[in-house]
Every structure is written in structure tokens, then in C-alpha cells.
């Protein structure tokens, strides 16, 4: 029986698209009660008066919280810079202030709009290079206070909330000695990540511990920052996890939970649900951050990139989350795919007064590469050669050492990917077929596969399905309703649809590192992966005797454990499970697993909090885009990836995962943005303002899967979902910028901005 490669229905299909799947919004507790948040209306302030009578003495209210009932105590992923509610002043707009729990959503609602609150405005930081300015108003005048999470602690201050920086020898004296200096800045604005199912939590306090339930990518994670805002022990805090209504990135910190948790002691025992609104899930979610990238290129007179400078400043918002990691990516990034020379790199986050931002698919990969594709289209142009031919010429081979020191010994994959995109679209037949306003884009990327630990437990029941117990959770992806199903039946040799997958709940699962960074169906795959082998060999002992038979001359397969060349010599799983129950005890297997960080050179940089890329995936994207010169409208026409993927596990779910991310990539480079005004709050509120793209705005991808099993992934597999959605803003801006003669260095290119460009 082979499972893997095969299209199967996902485990969890049916029950999503009937309606019967519940979903955390779903969700609800007998007794149940509802909460409300009170969040600031404005970005920047000191709270003068909060009187929370009003409320208290509403109908149907039972608590009103504020930071005077929470404890007196700072929480954070990396960092312990936030508080559960605002104390004297406000640092961005939906800054919680306080909270309440009523009988009915629109008591809690209308409670919490009645408390009397008065905040004096101060100026709002928002502008980045402002930001950094010695005499910028500090957004946590107490920053020395903060400590990190764990580890030691790394560059930061003021508005800085931390800094990465690689400086090698060599830089400026190549510099000095350059034919040619090619100079850019790249500027991106906010995205969100625009999941279906709006962020809720339900919090329960009985027994002296807080059980949480939610939709989440990262249960664990949820479990530590109630834990810390509640200054309980994490133990303390269970949390169990919902069907999820999409993610991206935006559900892998608490959002919700804890103020469902507190309220809900304070209501002794009562179950308190929180559901935020749509405006209230978007000026609220930690989005993909906006940033300003600044490169430089020495040349020499031959065409060859010698020395490169690249300075981004990205917006942390007012809290930092994950985002003090992210800023080591730039290292990573700074050369694309591409031989550079020395290469100086300095990335900084700043504080402002917006909204704390977060990940989304891909993190800052996307605009890194943006700028860096971007810049090699300027090089090329600039030094009169072609794009494609200047790229292959430059381009990573076997064996490359980056600038962290780590090496990858299989880098020649990318010009296997820019062969299978020639193939399909031969690149001097696209330029001699070019139509005026019509524009060809291309560009290359590697990227990880997150190796956080990851756990799985396998129970065979007695009647030869199995059930895997596990953290991971499939937010949408399929990685485990297809990835892990996929690997558990391929390797137990039992149909798909025999095995099940319990949603998350941190008391009985044990550790997961969340749906995020392409590394569920690799990581807990290969824990999946471990404890099926367990499994196997107890099977193979029980049936043993049964069979007369040595173990080690038994297998499992097809639905039986028998002897290996006689296949009518067999027992079923069932049968084997039932023995085993009546004499060993029940039959499963345990897992874990984590991927080491490759070497790398710890001198390189300093603040380099994720040091370097482990198992890398190459990716090569291709684009023709058609504009309007009469309305600036851009339409993608063709859209083709070429992508290392390790093994295809399911057909269906990697293409699906590429064609969505190429989907929100779309969305990124020519329509979503949150703006942010002077005052620090979004111009865009809704849904109906913020422009997704539609089904018309896309076309079919054309795939092209580049299969290297990984020997360390579950049958070969690598990471798949991220990779897709690092390049449709690069080639995008290259394809546009090909069709008008014009640069598009600025992210989304909206119609307004191609209009200016053709007019001058």
C-alpha cells in the first residue's frame, strides 16, 4: 500500500465543509458569560481619568477589570515588554484598558463603552528614521526594565527594540575600488493576514487552574503568555485547541486568552468568551510589518556585484512579540541567491505607536527579497546586460558559504529550478513576444524549514485504526489532516482514513512548536514518523508467538503484521491490538523530534538571534503582468514556481499551498496595505476598505515540484507552505517595472502610483 505522493481527501474535509466542524468562534460552555474589551482610541497618551462606575452598575454586568485587578507583572514571546492592560498611558490605538464580563455579548459591549475615560494625547511616533532620531519622544521611557523572555539579553535601547548587525572586512575598500555604484531604497507597508474566523478565546478558572479554549497555531505558546500575565506557572494554565478559521502567522501569540482567563476568575468560575469584531481583529492584529530597505552594490568593470551594503529599519509596532528574532533574517537575505562579495548587513526594529506587529507567511522574507530581485533588475539595467543572464551569472552553486559561515552544499537546485521555468516558458521567446505595457518579471529565493521540537503520540486501537495525540495543529494547510495522515499510513501501511488526529489540548499532548514555518508535516512527521517505528516493533513482538515466527522476520503491511515472503502467514492489526490488550497492554509509540541548526560562524554578527537557515528549500518564480496605461490596473497573466520541496507527501495540499501563497504574495504586491496616518491609526478598518484579491486577480499557477528528499524528513519531506509567498512582490515589481520603463520600488503598486510613473 503507498500512501505518500497520492491525492487523498483531507481527514478533516468533510466536517468543514458541511458545517459541522467547530470552530473556537463556535465554541461556547454551559452558563457561559460574555466579555468586552474597553481599547484606546487613540495611538499615543496619558489616561487621566478612568471611571469604570458607570459600567459596574449596568445590567447584567458581573466584573470590570483593569490594570488595578491584573497582576502588577510585564509578559512578552522574547521580550517582557507588555503589560495586560495600559496603565498611565496608551502606546498604540486598541491598547487594552480594560475589560468586562456581562450576561450577554451586547451588555459586555455596551459596558465597557460606558466607562468613563479621558486621555490626554501626546505626540504619536510613527515614522521610522524619526523613530530613531536622539530626540524622539520614547515610546517606553522604562526600557532598561524590560528583561528577555529567556536567553541573554541583546542589542536594543530607546526606540530601538533590537538590532542586528554584520560588518566584514572588505566592504569599503571594494567600495573605493567600484566601476559602478548602484544605490536603492525599497518601502513596504503593513499587511493582514485577513484569516475568515476573527480571534476568540473562552477562559475557565476551577480547581485553581485556568483552562483556555481557542483557535490557535501555537497552543503551547498561548499556555506560557497567560502563564506569565497571570504570574501562575504554566502548569497552571491548560489550554485546548478548536478547528482553526485560518492563521497566517497572526495566532501564534496570545491574543484574547488571558483577559478571558482573568475574567473568569474574577467571575469565580464562570466560563467568560471573547470574540473580537472584524475592525477590532484589524487594527489589533500583529500584521506583517512595514519596513524600509536600503541597498547598495559595488560592480566592477566586468559587470560583478563586489561588495554589497544593506540596511533595513522595520516597524515593531509598540510591543516586540517574535519580532526581535525576525531581525536577524536580514542576514540571511541580504544576498538573495547571488555571489556579492563582502557583504555589510545592519537590521533594525523600532518601536512606534502602532499596533505591535507580528508574522505572517514568509515574515520579512518578502519585502528582503523584494528589494534585493528589485535591485538586481536596477544592476542589470544599469550595467546594459540581461536580467536573466545577469542573475544565472551570480548565482549560489554547491558548496556556497553565506555570511553567517553555514554552507549549502545544495544550492545547485536553484538552477535546476531556473531550468524548469525555462522549459516551460523559454525567456527569449517571452522577450520577443512582449506587447507594449506588457512586462516579464523573475526571481530566486532559499529559505528554512522552522525546526522547532515537535512530539507525537500513536495509539493502536483494537481495531486496527490508529489515533495520533498530538500539539501540532492544521490551521488550514492540511499539514496534518493530509501531511501526517499521509506519513502515519504510509508507514503503519493502513488506509489514510484509518488514521486520527486529536485536536490540540496541552494536558494531554506533549510540546509542538505551532503551525508555523513550513514545519509541521516535516517536524511532527518525523515524530509521527518515530513513534509509528515503535509501534511496529511492539506489534511485531506480540505476533511473534502467535505466528511461531522471530520477530525481526516479520513486517507490517497492507493492514497485517506477516511473515516477510509469505504473505498468507499473517495476522491482522486488529487481531495483534486485541492480543496485545489481554497480554502486554495496550500498543503505542512516542515521538519527538527537533532539527538541529546548521553550523555557523558565531562571530559574524552581532544580535544574530537565529543564527541560520535549517533545512533549506530553493524557489524560483516567474511572472507576466499586463498594465492599463489608461486606470494603472496591473493583471498577473501567468504565474509559474519552480520549488525544491524534499517529497511531494500530498499532491493536492502542496500545490494548494502554493497557490494560496502566491495568492496573498499577489495581494501583497499589488493591493493590501495598512496605512498608518500621522496620528498612528490605520486609514484602512474593514474589510470592505482593506482590497483582498479576488478570484479574478489570479491565475492558475503553474508548478513545477523539485523533489531532494531530505534524508532526515518523514519519507523525504521538506517545508513547502512558506517558501511560495516569498517572491510575488519581487517579480511582480520587476514584471510592472519591465511593462512602463519606470522603477516600482514601493509595495503595494497601486494604480494611482503606476499612473504617475508612465506620466512622469
Known amino acids: 500500500m503507498t500512501v505518500i505522493g497520492e491525492r487523498i481527501p483531507r481527514s478533516d ?10 470552530y473556537a468562534v463556535d465554541y461556547a460552555e454551559p452558563g457561559m458569560i460574555w466579555g468586552a474589551l474597553l481599547r484606546s482610541p487613540v495611538s499615543s497618551g496619558r489616561i487621566t481619568r478612568l471611571d469604570t462606575s458607570p459600567a459596574e452598575a449596568m445590567p447584567g454586568v458581573h466584573a470590570v477589570l483593569t490594570a488595578a485587578d491584573a497582576p502588577d507583572t510585564h509578559a512578552g514571546w522574547v521580550l517582557r515588554d507588555q ?26 459591549r455596551a459596558a465597557a463603552a460606558a466607562i468613563g475615560l479621558d486621555i490626554e494625547p501626546l505626540p504619536a511616533v510613527v515614522d521610522l528614521d524619526a523613530a530613531l532620531s536622539p530626540d524622539a519622544p520614547l515610546i517606553h521611557p522604562d526600557w532598561e526594565s524590560f528583561v528577555p523572555t529567556a536567553g541573554p539579553d541583546f542589542p536594543r535601547g530607546g526606540n530601538l527594540a533590537a538590532e542586528s548587525v554584520s560588518d566584514p572586512p572588505g566592504v569599503d575598500e571594494a567600495f573605493a575600488r567600484a566601476h559602478r555604484v548602484v544605490t536603492d531604497e525599497y518601502v513596504v507597508q503593513r499587511q493582514y493576514q485577513a484569516y475568515i474566523e476573527p480571534k476568540s478565546a473562552v477562559g475557565i478558572f476551577r480547581d485553581g487552574r485556568y483552562t483556555v479554549h481557542t483557535a490557535h497555531q501555537f497552543p503551547y505558546n498561548v499556555r506560557d503568555r497567560v502563564a506569565q500575565f497571570l504570574d501562575v506557572r504554566p502548569s497552571a494554565v491548560r489550554v485546548v485547541g478548536h478547528t482553526i478559521g485560518g492563521g497566517f502567522g497572526a495566532k501564534l501569540d496570545a491574543a484574547l486568552e488571558p483577559y478571558a482567563a482573568l475574567l473568569s476568575k474574577a467571575v469565580r468560575g464562570l466560563a467568560v468568551k471573547l470574540v473580537n469584531t472584524r475592525t477590532e481583529d484589524l487594527i489589533t492584529c500583529p ?21 554589497r551594503e544593506l540596511e533595513v529599519i522595520a516597524d515593531n509596532g509598540a510591543h516586540s512579540g517574535e519580532m526581535p528574532w525576525l531581525a536577524s533574517i536580514a542576514l540571511h537575505c541580504a544576498r538573495g541567491v547571488y555571489r556579492t562579495g563582502p557583504t555589510r548587513v545592519t537590521a533594525r526594529l523600532v518601536y512606534t505607536n502602532t499596533t505591535p506587529t507580528g508574522a505572517f507567511r514568509g515574515v520579512n522574507g518578502t519585502y528582503l527579497y523584494h528589494a534585493v530581485e528589485r535591485h538586481m533588475d536596477h544592476i542589470a539595467a544599469e550595467m546594459g546586460v540581461d536580467r536573466l543572464e545577469f542573475r544565472l551569472r551570480h548565482l549560489f552553486e554547491d558548496g556556497e558559504e553565506l555570511l553567517n559561515g553555514q554552507v549549502l552544499d545544495d544550492a545547485g537546485i536553484l538552477r535546476e529550478g531556473f531550468e524548469a521555468l525555462e522549459a516551460a516558458a523559454p525567456w527569449a521567446e517571452l522577450q520577443a513576444a512582449k506587447r507594449p505595457y506588457r512586462g516579464i518579471g523573475i526571481g530566486a529565493a532559499w529559505w528554512l524549514t522552522n525546526p522547532s521540537a515537535g512530539t507525537a503520540v500513536i495509539k493502536m486501537h483494537e481495531d486496527g485504526t490508529v489515533a495520533v495525540v498530538t500539539a501540532a495543529t492544521d490551521n488550514g494547510s492540511g499539514a496534518v489532516s493530509m501531511g501526517v495522515t499521509q506519513v502515519v499510513a504510509e508507514r503503519l501501511g493502513i488506509p489514510a482514513a484509518d488514521v486520527y488526529i486529536a485536536l490540540p489540548d496541552t494536558d494531554v499532548a506533549g510540546f509542538d512548536g505551532g503551525s508555523q514555518g513550513s514545519r509541521t508535516t516535516r517536524i ?24 511461531e515466527a522471530a520477530a525481526d522476520d516479520l513486517e507490517v503491511a497492507e493492514g497485517t503484521v506477516r511473515v516477510k515472503g509469505v504473505p498468507g502467514n499473517s495476522l491482522t492489526l486488529a487481531e495483534v491490538a486485541v492480543t496485545a490488550m489481554n497480554t502486554v497492554g495496550p500498543i503505542q509509540g512516542t515521538g519527538s523530534f527537533v532539527t538541529p541548526f546548521p553550523d555557523f560562524n558565531p562571530g559574524c554578527a552581532t544580535g544574530l538571534m537565529l543564527p541560520s537557515f535549517p533545512t533549506p528549500t530553493y524557489h524560483v518564480h516567474l511572472c507576466e503582468v499586463e498594465v492599463d496605461p489608461v486606470t494603472g490596473t496591473v493583471r498577473v497573466l501567468r504565474y509559474l514556481v519552480a520549488q525544491e520541496v524534499g517529497r511531494v507527501i500530498s499532491p493536492d495540499g502542496t500545490y494548494g499551498q502554493v497557490m494560496g501563497a502566491v495568492t496573498q504574495g499577489i495581494g501583497y504586491a499589488l493591493h493590501e ?12 478598518r474593514t474589510l470592505e476598505s482593506y482590497r483582498l484579491p479576488l478570484a479574478g486577480d489570479v491565475p492558475r499557477v503553474e508548478f513545477f515540484p523539485l523533489e531532494h528528499p531530505d534524508p532526515d524528513g518523514p519519507f523525504g519531506a521538506k517545508g513547502v507552505g512558506e517558501g511560495p509567498v516569498l517572491l510575488p512582490a519581487a517579480v511582480i515589481a520587476n514584471a510592472v517595472s519591465d511593462a512602463i520603463g519606470k522603477p516600482m520600488n514601493h509595495i503595494p503598486i497601486t494604480p494611482e502610483e503606476v499612473l504617475a510613473a508612465i506620466q512622469g
Not at 500584521?287 to 561588495?307: F, K, M, Q, V, W
Not at 515524530?527 to 502467535?546: M, T
Open 673 to 684: 496595505s495598512l496605512r498608518i496616518g500621522e496620528d498612528g491609526r490605520y486609514r484602512e
Open 287 to 307: 500584521s506583517r510589518e512595514g519596513a524600509i530597505t536600503r541597498l547598495r552594490s559595488a560592480i566592477d568593470a566586468d559587470g560583478n556585484i563586489i561588495a
Open 13 to 22: 474535509g468533510q466536517s468543514k465543509v458541511s458545517g459541522e466542524a467547530l
Open 83 to 108: 503589560r495586560l492592560f495600559a496603565t498611565d498611558r496608551v502606546h498604540y490605538e486598541g491598547h487594552p484598558i480594560a475589560a468586562v464580563a456581562a450576561d450577554t455579548l451586547e451588555q459586555a
Open 524 to 547: 511532527v512527521g518525523k515524530a509521527s514518523q518515530i513513534a509509528a517505528d515503535e509501534v511496529i516493533e511492539k506489534l511485531k513482538n506480540v505476533a511473534a508467538g502467535l505466528l
